[in-house]
């Protein structure tokens, strides 16, 4: 588990099936790092807190990976995460975990 210098570690985890639609997470707390899998689709898109607000890792089917430069993940400073519509696909189970 990972430490911060406070001693407080968030953590939080879940999964939703997408409609092709954006979608918030409310998390109460920024994370460090955030990672989101298309359990479906086989992609994975990964966030880091001091990566550009409009990019993220993506890894796909393949191996390939990539920057993502289309805000498919986004980091608020009001605790919530916003995942665009073409992460959040029409009937493609996601899962996630958030670490601060």
């Known amino acids: 588990m990972p430490s911060k ?3 407080i570690v968030n953590t939080a985890a879940g999964g939703f099936t997408g409609a092709g639609a954006i979608v918030t997470l409310t998390l109460g707390f920024v994370p460090s790092l955030f990672v989101i899998y298309n359990i479906t689709g086989v992609i994975r898109w990964e966030k880091h807190l001091d990566m550009p607000a409009n ?5 796909v089917t393949a191996g390939t990976t990539t920057s ?7 980091l608020n400073a009001d605790g ?3 995942l665009s519509a ?3 696909v029409n ?3 996601c899962t ?3 670490i601060a």
């Not at 990019?55 to 890894?59: A, F, H, L, M």
């Not at 993502?68 to 986004?74: K, L, M």
């Open 5 to 7: 210098s406070a001693g």
């Open 55 to 59: 990019t993220s890792i993506k890894t």
């Open 68 to 74: 993502d430069t289309t805000s498919a993940v986004v």
């Open 80 to 82: 919530t995460v916003t």
């Open 86 to 88: 073409a992460l959040c």
């Open 91 to 93: 009937a493609q189970v």
């Open 96 to 98: 996630w975990v958030a």
